[in-house]
């Protein structure tokens, strides 16, 4: 799978659109970018995927650049509960195999909401 | 809808006892099953996946073992726990043929401490 590379954190002020980059130049055409989130001391919860075409859910928009070696997940209006890790990955979803299943997280970024 | 339940949701074990994690998926038939560790201030690791019955794949070798003894029940185990097992036991399951669609479902949780 790809490597995605994130920043360590960022600050959003409540109310306003929190952006968050992530970078993905080696994805290959196969890969989806796909989006999650940790709230302290909760298990990860899915937000949204994409292929190449940008994606807009209940929860958040995600625009993947054309050349696809980058994305940024975008957060309309936040609020305190949105302070979180979001993780970026990629990968593929084929089925040949086992392996094929795992979804691999990095670091995160870790976003803070503030009053 | 799909439910999965994950417990205990906190547990302290002494050094040397053994453990026994369970979760169950409802709702679901055939799916693909995981098992993360969150160690303290670090990311999540993948322990463990399990694509049917009595398939375990081992991601890291460790002092843990899973066991899948039905088709949505996953178990984690550990014959004598050492200190560096303490961390945050996720459990997880996505569809088995369509992984892009939503990715994967994480459960609650179980936060476990060695002392």
């Known amino acids: 799978d790809a490597k995605t590379t994130q920043p360590p954190s960022m600050d959003c002020a409540e109310g306003r659109a929190a952006n968050l980059p992530c970078n993905h130049s080696?994805?290959?055409?196969?890969?989806?970018v796909y989006w999650y989130r940790q709230i302290h001391s909760q298990g990860p919860q899915y937000i949204i995927h994409?292929?190449?075409n940008n994606e807009t859910n209940e929860m958040a928009s995600l625009i993947i650049t054309e050349d696809r070696k980058s994305s940024t997940l975008i957060l309309p209006h936040a609020t305190l509960r949105d302070t979180a890790v979001y993780y970026c990955?990629?990968?593929?979803?084929?089925?040949?195999?086992?392996?094929?299943?795992?979804?691999?997280f990095g670091k995160g970024t870790l976003l803070t909401v503030n009053p | 809808s799909q439910t999965i339940h994950q417990w205990p949701a906190t547990l302290v074990q002494p050094v040397g006892s053994p453990l026994s994690l369970e979760c169950t998926v409802e709702?679901?038939?055939?799916?693909?099953l995981y098992w993360y560790r969150q160690a303290a201030g670090r990311g999540l690791q993948l322990l463990f996946y399990?694509?049917?019955?009595?398939?375990i794949s081992s991601e890291v070798p460790q002092n843990l073992s899973a066991s899948r003894p039905q088709d949505r029940q996953f178990i984690l185990s550990s014959k004598k726990l050492l200190l560096s097992d303490s961390g945050f036991y996720l459990c997880?399951?996505?569809?088995?043929?369509?992984?892009?669609?939503?990715?994967?479902?994480f459960g609650s949780g179980t936060r476990l401490t060695v002392v």
């Open positions: 997880a399951w996505s569809v088995r043929q369509r992984m892009v669609l939503g990715g994967y479902t």
């Open positions: 080696t994805i290959s055409g196969n890969e989806y």
């Open positions: 994409g292929l190449k």
């Open positions: 990955i990629v990968r593929v979803v084929e089925n040949s195999g086992g392996s094929n299943y795992k979804l691999t």
């Open positions: 709702g679901t038939s055939n799916p693909n």
């Open positions: 399990s694509v049917g019955i009595g398939q």
